[in-house]
């Protein structure tokens, strides 16, 4: 039997020992003038005013808006977001080892981990983490079929009701939650966590709806980290945002800075950086496939081919997001072995005259220059995301002038971030929005976060994924065998049929790529992801940030 094993022994061991150096070190904070370790690290993001909830599985919580659950709770493995054909590197778990078909994980959990509260982190921590997710639906985000978890001593056998080749990077994030804990919550999926326990470098120590504060454990598994506290600050936009990290306010962060070079790098060349890691996440422009007009596919269809991608990158990303070129929304060339036959070739055209054709065969009118259904109204829709959130509401005003260009009238309507998360994105109270795909190993990820029925829920239900609610059974299905297909000719089967659904339905409207980007500053700390050391995406709203602060260093001077 072929056996896949992710652990390396020497690596790990490696691991240990660079996590265990990084010890000693600070952030600079606003109005610090010394470099080195010692201070306290800013991190920002434009999220605006929050509420506090520490829940590291509730979507919209302070915790996973401002990113620093990921500080107090950790994943099964590390994976490396930047390079995702890397293997991963042990980080919860010592190994997972998973069976020929993909059907089952054996986890080794790593020894001599302690919770914050002193308990010591063992295999029932891990089996509890994931029968959670098993027996309450609105935490299994990855959508994962799990049939059934059992532990064997120190081991955990998770097993699954398909083959999970396409989504083991989703097993790896899980974060794990003490037992101890969380078998007493009532309902973990409405709980807000209000003393967080994790196994992670940092705990909480105060929080207010403007930020929230955590400091280093002296006993974290991993060895001391450098930066001694870290200030998790929520700004009201991006704009508020940037002036915090071009002044040196905020250190850490992420958000769209247009013409970042002259304004956010030139401030301290030598200091400021920003870093976009690549992948096969993409920008979609999520429809409502229940509602009007995007519940007729002639329109979706019409929308798709009038729509200036390359001018959305130039104007809303100050080029900053590689444009889409392939009609199968595949970010290129990252996504080149991946692209079906049929499509090869085949690129994105702004087409007003054949859209137009194409609305007129499907029993559209116009009344002088407005666009009519046929149910005889007039066709309007909302375009709807954040306040503050520049690039995005930049792009979508040049939507609407496209969709000008077919006589729809469309109006772009700025919403409170907190409500974009909580309410509107999930229940699907929307007509259209710019949101992310994720960004894994294959295109899998991004197909099915668009256009999955696996994700499916009914209007007002809160969905994961598939904002849209698309269903198509073809689409399904091929998606469900290429994440169970026993070989590679299997997985390119389904995903022709996969990216054919995706050209003729369009379920969404595929943007631009999204790489994984944010800013940062060495002035007081070295150490960060880079063009030079991508050894994970920069971000520090992701499993990945407990990695980055522990290979952080003290910058010299």
Known sequence: MRIHKHVAAAAAAAAIALLATACGGGGGG???????????????????????????????SSALSLGYAFTIYEPLMMRN????????????????????????????????????????FTADDVAFSIQLRKDFDALNAAALPYDTVETDGTTVTVTFTAGQFVN???????????????????????????DPVGTGPYTLESWTPQAATVVARDDYWGGEPAVPEIRYSSYNDNNALTTALTTGEAQWGWTFIADYENVYIAQDPEHYHQYAAGGLGIDVL????????????????????????QELVDVATSGVN????????????????????????????????????????????????????????????????????????TALDLIKNSAAELGATATVNPVNQDGWFADVIPGGDFQATLHWTDGGATPWDMYSDIMDGAHYKKLGEPATWNFGRFQNDDATKALADYAAAPDEAARAAALETVQKVF??????????????????????YVGWPSEEDPYNQPQPTGVQAAQILMNLEPAEG
């Open 168 to 194: 083991q990077s989703k097993l790896y994030d899980l974060v794990m939650v003490p037992e101890h804990i969380w078998a007493d919550v009532e309902d973990p999926t409405t709980d807000t966590n209000p």
């Open 286 to 309: 999520y429809l409502n496939n229940e509602t009007k007009p995007f519940d007729d596919k002639a329109f979706r269809q019409a929308l798709n081919m009038v729509i200036d991608r």
């Open 503 to 524: 050209v003729e339905e369009v379920p969404g409207i595929a943007i631009w790529t999204r790489p994984a980007t944010a800013q940062y500053s060495t002035q007081n």
């Open 30 to 60: 606003e109005g610090t003038t010394e470099t080195g370790g010692g201070q306290t690290l800013t991190v920002g993001m434009p999220n605006g005013v929050q509420t506090e909830n520490h829940s590291p599985f509730a979507t919209g």
């Open 322 to 393: 590689p444009p889409l070129t392939s009609v199968t929304g595949l970010p290129l060339p990252a996504g080149e072995e991946f692209l079906s036959p049929e499509y090869a070739g085949q690129e994105y055209e702004v087409d007003v005259e054949g859209a137009r054709a194409l609305l007129e065969d499907a029993g559209y009118t116009w009344e002088g220059e407005k666009l009519v259904d046929p149910d005889g109204e007039e066709v309007t829709f909302e375009l709807v995301n954040p306040a503050g959130w520049n690039d995005y509401l």
């Open 81 to 120: 977001q930047a390079r995702p054909s890397e293997e991963p590197e042990p980080w919860l778990a010592e190994s997972v080892v998973w069976n020929e078909d993909f059907t089952e994980a054996v986890i080794t959990p790593r020894a001599g981990v302690t919770w914050s509260d002193g308990e010591e």
